[in-house]
């Protein structure tokens, strides 16, 4: 007769405890974690939206000025434009091995992108003090007010980078907290592009880039029916940061420290 034929004549003993767990059980092992194909597809694409937000907001003034030949103020900017650009190209090519399927060269590149999103942070705070003791200023913001937006820019990018390192064995997470990094820096592009639907409201501008921390939380959704945790913090910390910065930067502490960051001509 054989197991099959024991198997089929054993009685139906299971409680209805019992079949609801295993109909649990049996959803959860058939709901994967994340669904590495479509990531494939869905994370360099969303590269690409980065770097042509980013390519629209300074095309007029540095890509398609000539870059290191643009007329910026000084060579610390120029070197800011370089270090962020490398920080795109660097992404491109991550999230392009990862969906060759070359994680080998992929985790080899890795220091060397912790290594430059390092320099981001240093380098970026070096220009934000620079534009300071130049007066940058945008409608309605002084220099000092100002300052505080590339100086959170520069807080939020480090430590949702810095915590994707520390996560770098886990890849669902540390490829959310790069992509969500990297997204919190778009304003500047944003920013700058001359558009009149965008220039009309800081809100439309701030759509554009949390348009992307939404299509990510879609993804997840459809992708593996549910958001992951790290893009519900991630987008969250970055969205109240940068709606809080702009009344942190009118207050008199901020314009205290501000203004002692100026003089010390760093």
Known sequence: MGWAGIIAEQPQTTTLLEDISVSTMAQTVSRPATN?????????????????????????TYFMAGMMLAPLPNALIHIHGAVFTSWLVMLAVQT?????????????????????????????????TDQL????????????TFYVIPITDMLIFGTLTGLSFRARRKPAVHKRLLMIGSIALLGAA?????????????????????SLLVALMVY????????QKV????????????????????????????HFMGRLGI
């Not at 003791?133 to 220099?143: F, H, I, S």
């Open 36 to 60: 590495r194909n479509s990531d494939r597809i869905f994370f360099p694409l969303l590269t690409i939206a980065i770097i042509v937000i980013v390519f629209l907001g300074f095309s007029r």
């Open 96 to 128: 392009g091995l990862v969906a060759g399927g070359r994680t080998d060269i992929h985790r080899k590149l890795g220091m060397w992108g912790f290594g430059l999103a390092c320099l981001m942070v240093v380098v970026g705070l070096l220009a934000a």
């Open 133 to 144: 003791r130049r007066g940058k200023v945008v409608v309605g913001l002084d220099a000092e």
């Open 190 to 210: 944003v920013a700058h592009m001359q558009y009149a639907w965008i220039q009309s409201s800081h809100w439309h501008a701030d759509m554009v880039s949390y």
């Open 220 to 227: 997840d959704w459809a992708s593996t029916g549910w958001v």
């Open 231 to 258: 893009t519900v913090w991630a987008s969250v910390a970055v969205i109240v940061v940068q709606q809080l910065r702009v009344p942190l930067g009118f207050s008199p502490p901020w314009h205290a420290f501000a």
